[in-house]
């Protein structure tokens, strides 16, 4: 038995959700370019959920569940009072806020297919009001309730910042939760697989799956390609800022992939977001440092931006907090977490693979008075 480190290219399991082939990206078959130039971030859970785009009428009854299912039970907010806020980083926050959502939820272990798919929605809806209001409450602000009128991405907007979002900007967040919302067996949607395999219930898939996206290999690359940007401070500081970098042999963050050889497809749709968002709030800037690293780190090491690359500066153009960059990743990803778990459930075998054991071998037992 040989290992193979990280898994790289190993083949776990089979999913109709969405796949990744010679660099392109398709959920349930629709490419990722033909859904982000067309979709809507309702439309896209709708299929990750059903394995098809919604009638008009199917998509009104999502629209509807999900801002009926929008509401947090005031202990889960509470509780963002019992310890230091402003000190926890908000991934830390939201893991523990979705574990606490199960204890208020009474179908949280009942494992029919309807309780099942009523968790999804509830989670999905949930999930915004808690970052959102995480968000606000830090900041020593009551969090805002949805307006019932609001799509999902206008409403996060809305119950971010209390006021009514402008239609580029809800145009631009619904994108950037259509492109974030599913990829094939990525570490987190793997995570929440191993996790409900057992037959664990979904919040425990989900909060599992959200502390693997918490880290800066994964989901918390986009805080990270910020943290860049804000320590680079300007265009001219680029090209020995990221040169020092790569002769250090050091990562920089928003570049590279497991999978995705020419490039991240969805990396372009964001670039051209970025492009757009940066110019209309006169700070061209970060476009325009990003351009210069992406030619830099594509020219020394051919090694592409992948989704979180641009994707920081486009939140930052929202006014997004840097340390809420990932926690978004996440209020999308619970559509393609919730997909795969309901997928896993419909057709489940335990996943336990095997270890090449490295370790000492047929070792004898030695009294401590004798070591
Ligand atoms: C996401 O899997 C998914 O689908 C994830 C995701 C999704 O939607 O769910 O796409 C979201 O997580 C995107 C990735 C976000 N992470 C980052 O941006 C962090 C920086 N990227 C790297 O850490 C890295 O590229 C990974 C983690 C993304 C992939 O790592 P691998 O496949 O394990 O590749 P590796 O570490 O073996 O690197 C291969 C070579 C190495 O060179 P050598 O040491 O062999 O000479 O490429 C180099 C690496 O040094 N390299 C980089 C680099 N990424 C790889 N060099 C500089 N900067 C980088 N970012």
Redesign the pocket.
Known sequence: MTATK?L?GIVATQSAISS?IDDTLTYVGYDIDDLADNASFEEVVYLLWHQRLPKADELAELKQQLADNMSVPQPVLDHFKNYPISEVHPMAALRTAISLLGLYDENAEDMSDEANYEKAIKLQAKVATIVTAFSRIRKGLEPVAPKKEFGYAANFLYMLTGEVPEEVAIEAFDKALVL?AD??L????FTARVCVATLSDMYSGITAAIGALKG????G?NE?VMKMLMEIGDEENVESYIKEK?AN???????????YRKG?PRAKHLRKMSKKLTALRGEEKWYNMSEKIEAI?TGE?N?PP????YSASVYHSLDIDHDLFTPIFAVS?ISGWAAHILEQYANNRLIRPRAEYTGPNMQKYVPINER
């Open positions: 990280g790289e990744i974030h990829h094939e990525n570490a987190s949607t800066p290999l994964h989901g690359a990270q790569l042999r050091e990562r920089i963050m928003g570049f590279g992939h497991r999978v991240d780190v090491k090694i992948n989704v979180d690359f990803r």
